[in-house]
């Protein structure tokens, strides 16, 4: 059983940056896809970005762009999503997620296995 806890929300002006951060524990928790998805209320979780488990490979979803960096650090069993030039589209609450298997679609959430509790991101205008 893979636990992952985030960090790092909070509440930034447009234009303003935050860094989440994803700490993993359990068993190979290094070895596993990591993703960031984010939820706004009243509208569907999206997935927006994903890395592979050796860092090879990063997806992101059009939106963030440009704008975010996924990036981990197995050594230290955490995961990172860099946001920067926040808008306030971008408010939402945050979770990390791992899947034991390469994802078909890395910001499918459906294909994920393990979850954390979220951290929420508020950014304003």
């Known amino acids: 059983q893979v636990q992952l806890v985030e960090s790092g929300g909070g509440s930034v002006q447009a234009g303003g940056s935050l860094r989440l951060s994803c700490a993993a524990s359990?068993?190979?928790?290094?070895?596993?896809?990591l993703g960031w998805f984010r939820q706004a209320p009243g509208k569907e979780r999206e997935g927006v970005a994903a890395?592979?488990?050796?860092?090879?490979?990063?997806f992101y979803d059009d939106s963030v762009k440009g704008r975010f960096t996924i990036s981990r650090d197995n050594a230290k069993n955490t995961g990172y999503l860099q946001m920067n030039s926040l808008k306030p589209e971008d408010t939402a609450m945050y979770y990390c997620a791992a899947a034991r298997w390469f994802p078909r679609d890395s910001l499918n959430g459906g294909e994920y296995n393990y979850w954390g509790q979220g951290t929420q991101v508020t950014v304003s205008s």
């Open positions: 359990g068993p190979t928790g290094s070895e596993f896809v």
């Open positions: 890395i592979s488990s050796g860092s090879d490979y990063t």
